[in-house]
């Protein structure tokens, strides 16, 4: 009797001892900026969880190839904050777990970021979910709109009412500018802040397909317009045409009237610049409309990690109510929209701004972003700072638009 008590207490231990050591350890790599949000949702979870998420930051600009190598030689991280542009190239080349049978299990699936999912899909399977979102949004200084003779609690709705805003707010003189953009070079800054214009009014630089580029339009000819117009009359300050996004918030200086920013700057002008009375609104479009560019990170899996479903449970986490508020705290957009006026709660009122954008916003589908938006030699950045700078306004359109379909077909 005492023998088969002995061994059924052995059994037991065994078990306990087998339970406890099951607990998995997710290894995870995020891009080094991407903020304090991610951090504490990883340490609420590890707080509140048997299995734990190990996170280790990798330099933004050597992210994608240092996960390429990592995977070539068999050591990649279970699971990745990757920026939503680039999940389309990593799913085609066969590196990411298909996720699209437990996605559309969740029963907030149809409330994601609809930009995030779209950029997660690959041959209508899904590859990568949202786990942070940004989007494009405008503020204005309502001190100086107040001192420039406007109404500081009225959003400006169309571009020339911004212009001629720009103007009365320039004619405060000395170093008051009355708007400003990133544009030395900067693609990533332009295709955040500028592109909402175009698609705004229903244009677009590419195909919905990303195998055709539709760069010269109509409503990307008068966007040019637009901004040649203010830089002309130096309601820009010099200084744009050689930024390459080191100073693109300039706004929080209190000395720019008018600029398109990111929702993340709301945190940071709140929370580190709160002299600055300001209001944010939806980018218009030069036709009308409203648009945003969506960006952010989308979470993947690497193919053939051990650890899916733990991987699987971290996520559900960040996107539980819990989640979701720990990173809204700390400056990131819910992910959810069937939640996002709970998990905004007692935050800042203008972060709303930041969800209405998510319902108009877009972001370019192609694998081969870098190559034609990201990079500084690129023909998207060359082409934004030629036409609105340069004086060839033509011949920017039709080098820019040549180029891209060439990067486009050599890429297919």
């Not at 979870?45 to 992210?63: D, I, K, R």
């Amino acid at each position: 009797m005492i023998k088969r008590l002995l061994a059924a207490t052995s059994i037991v231990t065994l078990c306990l001892a087998s339970g406890a050591s099951a607990a998995e350890k997710i290894e995870m790599w995020v891009r080094s900026g991407i903020g304090e949000s991610f951090k504490k949702v990883v340490e609420a979870y590890n707080a509140s969880h048997e299995n734990q998420v190990a996170m280790t930051e990798v330099p933004f600009s050597e992210l994608v190839q240092k996960y390429a190598t990592a995977i070539a030689g068999g050591q990649a991280p279970d699971a990745l904050s990757l920026d939503l542009i680039y999940t389309p190239a990593f799913a085609a080349a066969g590196q990411l777990e298909d996720l699209t049978d437990w996605a559309k299990a969740l029963p907030y699936f149809n409330s994601l970021s609809p930009s995030h999912v779209k950029l997660g899909t690959y041959q209508d399977r899904i590859y990568g979910l949202p786990l942070s979102v940004e989007t494009s949004i405008f503020a204005w200084n309502k001190d100086l709109y107040k001192k420039a003779g406007l109404d500081p609690e009225k959003a400006p709705t169309t571009w020339e009412e911004i212009e001629a805003n720009a103007e009365k707010i320039r004619a405060l003189g000395d170093d008051i500018y009355g708007f400003y953009f990133s544009g030395g070079g900067c693609g990533g800054c332009m295709i955040f802040t500028f592109t909402p214009l175009v698609w705004g009014s229903g244009a677009d630089i590419l195909s919905s397909d990303g195998k055709t580029a539709t760069l010269d339009t109509p409503e990307m000819r008068k966007a040019v317009d637009v901004y040649r117009s203010m830089v002309k009359k130096d309601l820009v300050p010099a200084s744009s045409a050689s930024d390459n996004g080191v100073n693109f918030l300039t706004f929080t200086n209190g000395k720019i009237g008018q600029q398109s920013i990111g929702a993340f700057a709301i945190g940071t002008l709140v929370t580190e610049n709160p002299d600055i009375n300001f209001g944010v609104t939806l980018i218009p479009g030069v036709n009308g409309g409203t648009s945003s560019f969506a960006g952010g990170d989308n979470f993947v899996i690497t193919k053939g990690t051990k650890k899916i479903d733990a991987v699987k449970e971290f996520l559900e986490y960040t996107y539980s109510m819990d989640g979701q508020k720990v990173m809204a705290k700390y400056g990131s957009l819910p992910t959810r929209g069937d939640i996002a006026d709970k998990v905004l709660e007692g935050l800042d009122p203008r972060m709303q701004v930041g969800i209405k954008a998510i319902e108009v916003a877009k972001t370019p589908y192609t694998l081969q972003f870098n190559d034609l938006i990201n990079s500084a030699n690129g023909p998207w950045a060359t082409f934004t700072n030629a036409a609105i700078y340069g004086d060839d306004v033509d011949g920017a359109f039709s080098n820019a638009q040549s180029e891209m379909q060439s990067i486009i077909d050599t890429g297919q």
